[in-house]
Nanobody, 121 residues
Framework: QAQLVESGGGLVQAGGSLRLSCAAS????????MGWHRQTPGKQRELVAS???????NYADSVKDRFTISRDNAKNTVYLQMSSLKPEDTAVYYC???????????????WGQGTQVTVSS
């Protein structure tokens, strides 16, 4: 069974930095687009950043120039480096990726379990 496991969330003061990691595991034959989304209570989940297999990136306007997404294809891992954090960045952050399992001819979208990021003012 393929899965995504996030790590790196926590509590940080405004202006600080955190690095999130998300590792894909299981019998994985390929990984397509990977990304990070976030969600706060009562709001829809929103895209934070995404990265293609060739490392083309896309960011939400609210995080441009503060967050950096990257991936290590050899480790099946995507990272989100968050800097200059603001209280409004507080949310549960979810990893998302298109995974192709061994023996399958198509990609399926997977979500991680989420990791809490809290930015205090």
């Amino acid at each position: 069974q393929a899965q995504l496991v996030e790590s790196g969330g926590g509590l940080v003061q405004a202006g600080g930095s955190l690095r999130l990691s998300c590792a894909a595991s299981g019998s994985i034959f390929g990984i397509g687009i990977m990304g990070w989304h976030r969600q706060t209570p009562g709001k829809q989940r929103e895209l934070v950043a995404s990265i293609t297999i060739s490392s083309n990136t896309n960011y939400a306007d609210s995080v441009k120039d503060r967050f950096t997404i990257s991936r290590d294809n050899a480790k099946n891992t995507v990272y989100l480096q968050m800097s200059s954090l603001k209280p409004e960045d507080t949310a549960v952050y979810y990893c998302n990726a298109d995974l192709r399992r061994a023996g399958s001819s198509f990609y399926r979208n997977y979500w991680g379990q989420g990791t809490q990021v809290t930015v205090s003012s």
